[in-house]
C-alpha cells in the first residue's frame, strides 16, 4: 500500500476528525445565520421575502416602511454617478499632473496616476444593472469562514503529523523502503487537497445558504452594479466575482495548510508547534487590522492572507504597492508571494522530516525537569487519587508553569487595579473628585455640600466677572472654573434625577456611575478575557483523561478497589478545582475594579434609579454585579464539563483543545459582532 493511500484511509478511518469536520461545517452556517439575523437585509430580504419579490414585480403597495424604494433609489443614484466617476478619472489625472508631487514621469507617483486610468478606462460605457443584491453583500461581508478552516487544519495537521509519534509509530513508517521524502510528500498532499475540499465545502455551503436565504439575482451582470464594488478594477461577472472569492480563499487555506505543514515538521512537540503556528496567525490577523492601505505599511497588508480574504477589500479596494519605482496590483503581488511561500515552506518541511529525528528527545530543558523531578520524587510518593490528578496535570505535564504564569499575571493586573488613576478630561476628574465625596445615601448633608459648592462657583463668576481687565487672573480663574464646573453639573443633574424618580430620595444612593458605566461597557476587554479564560481552562482539563490512555493506563486505574466511580470523581473535582482557580485569577481585576469605587457600600442601589441606563426592574445593584460574576462562573463550568466529555469522546489531547477552543472562539466571536458580553446581557434583560 502506498504511503498517500495510506494516509487518506487513515483520515477516513477517525470517525471522530469525520464528525468533527461536519460540525464545523455546520457551525460556520450557524454563525453566518447569526450574523444575518440581525442585520436590515435579514428581515426585509428574508422574512418579508414575498413583498419584496412582490415589490420586484412592480407592487408597489408591497413596500414596508419604503425601505425598498430607498434601496432602490440608492441603487439608482450609484449607477447614474458611476459613469461621472469613470470618465471624470481622466480630467482628475490631467490637474494632478499638473502639480509638483506629479512631475517626476519616472516616479512612482506619476506611473501610478497613469496606471489608474488605464485600469479603469476599460468601465467607459459599461451597463449597470440594479437587483437582488442582499445575497452578494452578505457574501462580502462575512469573514468568520476562515476561523472555521483554521480550526479544521489545526485537527489536520494533529492527524497528519503528530498521530504516529503519540502512538510511536513514527520510526515505523520512517523506515518505508522508498525513505522519507515520500512520507512527508504524502502527508503534505494530504494537508494541501485536505484543505482544499474543505473550503471549497466551506465556502460552497455559504453561497447556497445565502443563496437561498436572499438569492443573487441576475449572476451575468458586472460586479461593479454593487457599491461595494465601485473601486473594483477587474472586468467581472456577479457570478465570476462568487468563483474568484472560492479560488482566493482556496488558495489562502492552501497557504495557512503549508504553513502549519512546515512549523509541525520542525517542532516534535504539538504543543510548541501550535503556540507557534497560533503566534504567527494572531500576528498577521493583528496586522491586517492595524495597518491601512493608505499607510506606510500598505504593501504589507495588501499581502497579508487575512486581507486576501476579505472579499470587500479585496476587491472594493484599488491599491497599487510600489515596486523599484512601478506601480504592481494588489493582487498580482499576492499571488507572487503565495507562489513563492507556497514551495519555501513545502521544501523546507520535507527536509526537516529528512534531516531531524521525528521523536522526542531529552533537550536540556527535559533533562533539568527530570533532574527537578528527582528532587521533588517525595511529593509523587502519595496514595490519593485527587492529588494524582494534580500531579499529573501540573507537574508530569508541565502546565504548572502556564498556572504560574496566570498568577503572575492576575497579581500585575491587581497592582494595576490600586494604581495611581489619571483621567483624560476635567470634566471626569471633578466629576469623580464630587462622588468621591458623597457618594452613599443621600441625606442633608448631601443637599447642604451642593448648596455650599453652587455657592463657592458662582462666586468664582462673579470674581470673572469682575477681571475682565486683568487678563492673567481671568485665566486663572477661568481655569479653576473648568476644572469643577462641568463635574459638579453632573453631579447635580444626577442628584436632581433621582429626586424625580418614585421613591423617597432619603432611601436612595449618590454612587459613581461613571466608574459603572466605563466597566459595563468595556465588552471587547470582557469577551477577550472570556475567550482567554476558556481557552486555559480547556488546556489545563483536556489531558486529564486522555493521557491515561495515552500511557494505556487506563484498565490499570479501572482496577482500583473501589472502582472507576472513585478514579472519574477524583478526575471531575481535579477539573472543578482546576476551572475555579482560573476562574479566580481571570475575575479578581475585575472584582477589584468593582469594590474600588465604593466597597460596594452603594451595592443596596435600586436599578431602576440609576440614571445614567434604562433598568425597569428594582433589584439592587449589588445583586446584579453577583448575577454578573455567577454568569461567568457558571459560563467557566459549562466550558470545563464540555472539555471533559470532548476529551473522552476525543481519546486525544491536541483534537480535544482545538475543538474547543473552535467552539469558544465562534462563540466569543458572535457575541463580539453583536456587541454581547455578561454584563450588556444582564442590562438588556433588566
Known sequence: MGVLKFEWIKLGKKKLFLVFSFLLLAANLLTVYAYEKYTDRFFYGYEQREKYEAYLDGDETADIDDYYKWKKENQEKYMASYPEFIDGMEGRAKRLQGTSFYQDKEGYAYRNLVKSCR????????????????????????????????????????????????????????????????????????????????????????????????????????????SIFRNCAFSLTA???????????????????CLMFCIGMFFKNEFAAAALAAVILGLERFFSQAFSTSGSFGGIKCVNPFYCWDLKQLLGEYYNLNIFGHPAGKILCAAVVAGVLLPVLCVIGVLAFNNTCQVRTEGRAEVFLQWFRKKTGFMGKRLGLLYYEFYKMLIQQKKGIVLVILFLWGIYEIQGVFAQEYYATAREASYHYYIGKLQGLVTEETFAFMEEEEASLQAMREELAQADGDETRSIMIMAELERYEEGFSLVQDQLEMLQEREGDIKDKYLLDEMAYADLWKDTKTDIFLWFLGAATVLYFISGIYTLDEKKKMQNLLRSTRNGRKRLNRSRNCCAVLCTTALFLVMELPLFLRYAKIDGFATADQKLCDITNAVFSGSMPLGFMVAMAFLLKAASFLAVCFAGIKLSKAVKGELPAIFAGVGCAGAAAMIAYHFGWDFNMFLIHLL
Open 119 to 226: 485600469d479603469f478606462k476599460k468601465f467607459s460605457g459599461i451597463s449597470l444593472e440594479a437587483g437582488r443584491s442582499f445575497g452578494l453583500e452578505a457574501f462580502a461581508q462575512y469573514n468568520g469562514n476562515v476561523l472555521f478552516v483554521l480550526v479544521f487544519l489545526a485537527v489536520l495537521t494533529y492527524y497528519v503529523l503528530f498521530y504516529e509519534r503519540d502512538m510511536s509509530l513514527l520510526l515505523l513508517l520512517k523506515g518505508s523502503r522508498k525513505g522519507h521524502t515520500p512520507l512527508a510528500a504524502a502527508k503534505l498532499s494530504v494537508m494541501v487537497f485536505g484543505a482544499v475540499f474543505y473550503t471549497v465545502l466551506s465556502e460552497g455551503s455559504v453561497i447556497l445558504l445565502l443563496g437561498r436565504m436572499y438569492g443573487y439575482g441576475n449572476l451575468g451582470r458586472a460586479v461593479q452594479s454593487l
Open 239 to 257: 457570478g465570476e466575482m462568487l468563483l474568484l472569492a472560492v479560488f482566493v480563499r482556496v488558495l489562502t487555506a492552501v497557504v495557512f495548510a
